[in-house]
C-alpha cells in the first residue's frame, strides 16, 4: 500500500560532487562509501528545527520538495548492498556497492549547490532519479584509483614540505547556531581521508532542540589512532546513567537497519543516549562492520535501550572496546559479538532485561566486571579468553574467567522506572571488581573516575557512591551547560 504524501514541504539534502572514494582496500569493490554526485544524503522536514544551516549550504544541494511519501524517503535514501555469499557462520555476507542505490540527475534538473526554496513537486525529481548500475561503479573506481594513485600521493608531498598540525574539528549538532542538524549530514561531509588531511573529526550532540530523529552510517574514511571520526555528547549534555533527556538519538523511521553503522577503523561513539522505542521495526542500536571492517572501534559510556534486535553488536571487527555501557530491554540481547577475528574486550558494562540475553556471542572475548541480570540466559555460551575476571550473573551462566560470581542478587535504585544504578544493598556486586589500573576503562556511566576518587571498583557500569546521587551529578552539570548555553563550543 501506498501512503498519501506528506502534507508539509520537506528539504531534500543531495550531493553535488563525487566525492572519491579513499578506503585503503585490496577489494575495490568495497570502497564506495562516500557520497557521490546525485545522491540523496537526506530528507528533513521543513520546519524551524530543521532549517538548514551554513555549513550545509556551503556543502549541499538543499531542494525544497513538496509531495513526497515515506517510502519515497525510505527508498531513495537506500544504500546499495548484494550478498557476496556466506560468512563462516553460514549468515549471509553483504557487500556494500554504493552510498545510494539510487541518484538524481542534477544537471538536467539544473540543481545548484546551497539553498533552493523555490518548491519543486517530489515527483520532478523522481522522474528524473535512476538506479545506479554497473556502469556507476565503473566510474566510482576510476575515482578512487584517481584519488590513490595521483590525489593522494601530492598531499603527503605537499605535507612533507608543509607539515600539518594535528587539527580536531569539534562540529556542533542540535542546538541553535550549529554546524548540521543531523549526524547523517556531519558525516556525509566530513568523511575522507582523515590520515593524510591530519584531522580528527568529533561530532557533539547536544539536546536543545528535543531527541535528534536519525540513523547514521559511518563509512569510507581512512583512519588511524590519532585520525578518526569520534560522536560524543559535550560535558553539560551527558546523561548522568538513565535515559534523562540528555544528548539522544531516537528515530522514528522504521528499517531493517541499526540505529548506528560503523565500518571505519578507530571509530568512537561516547556519552550518547540512544533510543529504538519510537522504531516499530529497525536493528540493533550499535553495529559495527557488516562486511570485514571496523578495526579497533570503542564505545563506551552510551545508555542503549528498547532497540529492535540487541544494544551493542559486533560483526566482523578485528578488535572492539566496550566499556562502561548501559543496555536494557532490547528485544533480543543486551551485547551480541561475532566477530570472527582477534580479541574484544568487554569492561564494566550492564546488562538488564533484555528480551532474551544478557550476552550473546560465539567468538574470544576478554570480560571484566560486567553484570548481566534479568535474562532467560545472562551469558550465552561463547569462547571465553584466557584473560578477563570478576563477571557477574543472576543465573549460573557468569563466564568462568577468573573469579566470577553467579547467581548474583541485584536490586537497582528503581529498575521498573530504568534506573539501574546500584544503591546499597547490592553487596553481590559492590567493590568485588578488578582494576587493570591501565586507565582503560575507569570512568563510570556516571562520568566519575573510579581510580581519581580512590574507588574499590563495582560489578557493571555504575560504581556506587554513598551519600551522592546522580542527580546530584546531573545538577552541577546542568549548571555548567546553562553557564554555557549562549557559546556552545564553551562546553566541549
Known sequence: M????????????????????????AALENCYGASKKGDYIQFLPVTEQYTPTKREKEAFIIQKVSNITKEDINKHTEEWFVQDGLDDMGNPYMLMKAYRKYKVDIDTLELKKGLNET????????????KKTALDIASYRRGYLRYAYIDKPIKKLANLIVPKAFAETVSTINVAGEDY????????????????DTRQETGNLYNDQGDLDDTLTINDS?????????????????HDGTDNGAATINPTTDTSAPIISIYDNYTRIQWLIIDGSSQSSGDDGIRTGTNDTSDYTYIMNNVIHHTRNSGIRILYDNRSEVYNNLVYECAYSGFGDY??????????????????????????????????????????AGVYCD???????????????????????????????DDYHLVAGDTDVIDLAFDRGDGLFDTDIDGRDRDTEGDTWDIGADEYVSGASPTQVMGMLTKLRKRNKDHPRDAE
Not at 7 to 16: F, G, L, S
Not at 121 to 130: G, V
Open 119 to 130: 518548491v519543486k513537486s517530489f515527483a520532478t525529481l523522481k522522474a528524473n532519479t535512476t
Open 339 to 380: 566477530s570472527a577475528d582477534d580479541i574484544h574486550i568487554h569492561g564494566n558494562n550492564t546488562a538488564a532485561d533484555n528480551g532474551s540475553m544478557g550476552w550473546s556471542f560465539s567468538r574470544c572475548i576478554t570480560f571484566y566486571n560486567n553484570l548481566s541480570t534479568g535474562h532467560t540466559t545472562d551469558y550465552r
Open 181 to 196: 542538524n543531523t549526524f547523517t549530514l556531519w558525516e556525509a561531509d566530513k568523511d575522507g581521508d582523515l590520515v593524510t
Open 2 to 25: 501506498t501512503s498519501s504524501s506528506f502534507a508539509q514541504d520537506y528539504w531534500a539534502y543531495i550531493q553535488p560532487v563525487d566525492k572519491p572514494s579513499v578506503e585503503d582496500t
Open 387 to 417: 584473560d578477563g575476571t570478576n563477571n557477574a550473573s543472576s543465573d549460573a551462566t557468569a563466564p568462568e574467567q577468573g573469579t566470577y560470581y553467579d547467581n548474583v542478587s541485584v536490586t537497582y535504585a528503581n529498575s521498573a522506572a
Open 222 to 238: 581512512i583512519t588511524n589512532a590519532t585520525y578518526y571520526m569520534m560522536l560524543s555528547a559535550p560535558v553539560g549534555e551527558r
